[in-house]
């Protein structure tokens, strides 16, 4: 499938910037808006543009189905496993007072590792998604 | 002028959904449901919600529409069936649930209004102690990820239940292995 030299060249020129912003939303979250859910599919869009200009096979070289699969829970263990470390600190399930060496950094703390869950599933699994209709289609 | 682009908005709205119900060609269909998801964006912008503002035009607007053509591209379905039906329940369905929802805002408090009941229940609690609390500035990421920190644990279970279930209805290689049958 060969397409247009613009949409290639300008794809390419855009693709970092693309997840650069989906970065920036994620950790600039406690300043502005976005969070982890809108970084993720800004992030998974990537993926996605990047495998409709260039085919499927050159993106999942890139980020392989099985990364993919294991994004998926990998991101609900992550935010599972925060409330964990409370418990261990002695605190309620999901308390992100005790993580830091004081109260506020400990709330900056587990709202990042919590949204860290979040990208990481949500990124997972619009990528999923997608790669599964793509595949079904051969 | 919030008033004019608020007009334009809803009104180019109104005119795409008309465009979706006339439309029998799928794939005008989705793309017109991308727009409308844009113009969704737009309008809540004006309202200040940036956050759905972000998620309505980035899933909204991109991945449900890559996925939609997907689907019509799997179903190889280019336009609507005809289906030689009477209108009368689709129609006295939608009129009735319309007109219910017109009802229920009569209810409601007027749009914008300080001490509407949403706005003195516990938002100022939120407001006014979640920075001294927290550290956070941005007071709905404070909500979303602290005091509702269970509600976004579920939220991401649903999302990762949803990714498995289509991994397991489309992906796989249930094909492969039929073939693989039907040759022994």
Do not use: C
């Not at chain 1, 829970?73 to 004081?102: E, K, M, Q, R």
């Not at chain 1, 990528?127 to 289609?137: N, P, S």
């Not at chain 2, 289509?166 to 040759?183: F, H, I, P």
Request: hydrophobic share 50%; net charge neutral.
């Amino acid at each position: 499938m060969k397409l247009d030299l613009i949409l290639r060249v300008t794809t390419k020129a855009i693709l970092p910037f693309i997840l650069l912003f989906a970065l920036y939303v994620h950790f600039h979250g406690d300043y502005g808006p976005g969070g982890g859910f809108q970084a993720g599919v800004i992030a998974a869009g990537m993926v996605i543009l990047y495998s409709i200009v260039f085919g499927v096979e050159a993106a999942q070289r890139v980020i392989s189905q099985r990364l993919v699969a294991t994004m998926v829970p990998l991101g609900v263990l992550i935010y599972g496993a925060t409330g964990v470390i409370s418990f261990l600190y002695g605190a309620n399930y999901l308390d992100y007072g005790v993580l830091g060496h004081d109260s506020k950094h400990g709330h900056h703390l587990g709202i990042l590792l919590v949204e860290s869950g979040v990208i990481i599933t949500v990124a997972g699994t619009m990528t999923a998604i997608f790669y599964a209709f793509v595949q079904r289609g051969r | 002028m919030e008033l004019y682009i608020n007009m334009a908005l809803l009104t180019m709205l109104a005119a795409v959904t008309v465009a979706i119900i006339v439309q029998r060609d799928l794939f005008s269909v989705v793309i017109l449901s991308g727009i409308y998801s844009f113009l969704m964006a737009s309008v809540l912008i004006v309202l200040d919600a940036v956050d759905v503002a972000m998620t309505e035009a980035s899933v909204g607007a991109g991945i449900s529409t890559v996925v939609l053509i997907g689907t019509l591209y799997l179903t190889g379905q280019k336009r609507e069936l005809n289906y030689h039906r009477s209108i009368a329940v689709p129609l006295f369905v939608s009129l009735g649930t319309g007109a219910m929802l017109i009802w229920g805002t009569w209810g409601l408090p007027a749009f914008g209004i300080q001490d509407a009941p949403v706005h003195t229940h516990i938002a100022p609690t939120f407001l006014l102690e979640s920075i001294p609390e927290t550290g956070v500035p941005n007071v709905v990421t404070t909500v979303l990820a602290d005091y509702r920190s269970f509600d976004t644990f579920g939220e991401t279970t649903v999302i990762f239940t949803a990714g498995l279930g289509v991994m397991l209805l489309l992906g796989g290689s249930r094909r492969k292995k039929k073939k693989g049958e039907t040759k022994s």
